[in-house]
């Protein structure tokens, strides 16, 4: 992060204080000009006037030196450049960072453009041995219901066949019965009887 | 123990003493007369089983009634041991079983022959000397007429069935057919 300094509060101060006395000392050397009047040329009130002049002046150069020292402006320009320096090495740093975090996220996101590339292509494929899978599992179930309808056909088959051959065996010994009811004579059951004895005869 | 297994030890024990006597027809005989005498009169039989009844006064109705049917030593003191332990409501069973141990030891068969038709007499002993010569034993046969059997004669000598009828001939030929 770049952080810019501030001049400290004294140097401005200093600086007023310096404009203050400089104006104070110029306003003293117009007072005393203004007194005088415009006689006559004194030439020892001329280098008094101008002794004055150059003490105001030698304090006045002293003063904005002791104030250009005191405010310390070089070191502030240094400091100030030093600053500028350092927030222009923290913004390349930044820029560096930034292109390198860019960088970083453009392989992160290729990556993951990649893995979904990827992610996509399992689950098509999944998706398709899935799709096969269920088509087996249909088909075979499919298979079992058409053996298992198949069976049930031909037991169905099976039980209606033995069911009109027991009717007719039924209604043919029923028909039997009759015939014999109605025709059996004693002659018959002579034989009969004969039959019988001769098995029992030979079932000891 | 049964009733019925106390019966048939009762039976096997008179039928024993009956062989060593050599009269097991005789006492045959004699326990199914006085079987018959009980069985159709209730009352006599309720008397003997009536606990309000003392035990000499019906040893003294059992005398009178041995002595009226004449029956020998040995089948009097067997029904007054029964009358004794209390067991002469077992008598129906214990005649049959007599019959039957007795029939044993005899050598004879009481078959049932039904016949669909009335038989001839002739027909009749055919089939009991058949009946002889297969089981190797006297035949004395009990003849009934049953129409459902429609022709033909079946015969039963205990849990054995001899079957010559129409009716069980045609019931062969229907599971034939529906078989297939």
């Known amino acids: 992060m770049i952080r810019i300094r501030k001049p400290g509060m004294s140097s401005y101060v200093i600086t007023a204080s310096a404009c203050l006395v400089l104006a104070g000392l110029a306003a003293v050397g117009y007072a005393s000009e203004g007194g005088e009047g415009a006689h006559h040329v004194d030439t020892a009130k001329q280098m008094k006037d101008f002794a004055w002049r150059c003490l105001d002046f030698a304090a006045l150069a002293a003063i904005a030196v002791w104030a250009v020292k005191k405010a310390n402006v070089k070191g502030m320009l240094a400091e100030r450049q030093a600053a500028i320096e350092k927030m222009l090495r923290e913004a390349v740093e930044a820029r560096e960072q930034a292109e390198k975090k860019f960088r970083e996220y453009s392989d992160k996101l290729e990556k993951a453009n990649k893995e979904i590339d990827e992610i996509s292509a399992a689950m098509k494929l999944e998706g398709k041995i899935e799709k096969a899978r269920i088509i087996a599992e249909a088909t075979s179930a499919a298979e079992k219901i058409r053996v298992q309808a198949q069976r049930a056909a031909d037991h169905e088959v099976l039980k209606a066949r033995a069911e009109l051959r027991e009717e007719a065996a039924r209604l043919a010994v029923e028909l039997a019965e009759k015939k014999i009811r109605e025709n059996i004579e004693k002659h018959d059951q002579d034989k009969l009887v004969g039959d019988y004895i001769s098995k029992v005869v030979t079932l000891h | ?180």
């Open chain 2, 1 to 180: 123990m049964s009733t019925s297994a106390i019966a048939r030890r009762y039976a096997k024990a008179l039928v024993q003493l009956g062989a060593e006597e050599g009269q097991v027809d005789k006492f045959n005989g004699e326990l199914t007369r006085i079987n018959a005498v009980l069985a159709a009169n209730t009352e006599l039989s309720s008397l003997f089983s009536n606990p309000a009844y003392g035990n000499e006064a019906k040893k003294e109705i059992l005398k009178d009634i041995i002595g009226k049917l004449s029956l020998s030593a040995l089948v009097s003191n067997f029904l007054q041991l029964l009358l004794d332990r209390s067991r002469l409501s077992l008598l129906p069973v214990i005649a049959e079983s007599y019959g039957t141990f007795a029939d044993d030891l005899s050598g004879v068969i009481r078959p049932t022959l039904t016949s669909g038709l009335p038989l001839d007499e002739s027909q009749v002993e055919a089939i009991k000397q058949s009946l002889a010569v297969s089981t190797g034993k006297k035949v004395l046969l009990k003849v009934e007429v049953n129409p459902a059997l429609i022709g033909g004669v079946v015969t039963k000598i205990g849990d054995k069935v001899f079957d010559g009828s129409v009716r069980t001939q045609l019931a062969k030929i229907q599971d034939i057919l529906q078989k297939g």
